[in-house]
């Protein structure tokens, strides 16, 4: 799946909405699942854990869309020509940046 | 950007510092990201606010990387058909799930 593609479903799934709420009250909404996936972490199966990832990311999208964010842009301009700290595409950070 | 091809590219970047780091530690990581993304949000530039939502999200893949989660499979599981409340690609919940 392409991240602009989710980026789109996500937008097509819910925008009406998270446009009304706007960023600090969806900021709440991630900050939440957030918690969440930190359970997961500790005491999760693999599947649970997974679905975390899956709610984590969704409302990380949905912020993105609120702030009209292109994620896919985004990506690119910070690591699409390798790490940010010594721009090699294996990092090679004394410490990662 | 495949989102299955960014999970290889953090990977590629810095996947031998991530196992040995493990969860609780990269979820520390995660957790200062996310710390900026909510000053970002609060006073940043809109360029400054894309560069720390791809930080998150770059944190986020990571974390997964060492939880041996698929994001592509975790999404498509939980949003591929729709939203997980109503099953609509348009979400018609009371409140959003």
Known sequence: MQIREFQELINTMYSD???ERGSAATFLWLSEEFGE??????EGTHEELAA???????????LANVCEVDLTGALEAKYGSGCPGCGQ????CNSKP
């Open 37 to 42: 996936l930190a359970a997961a972490l500790r």
């Open 52 to 62: 975390e990832f899956a709610d984590v990311l969704a409302w990380l999208v949905t």
């Open 17 to 19: 909405r998270d446009r």
């Open 89 to 92: 595409m294996q990092c090679t």
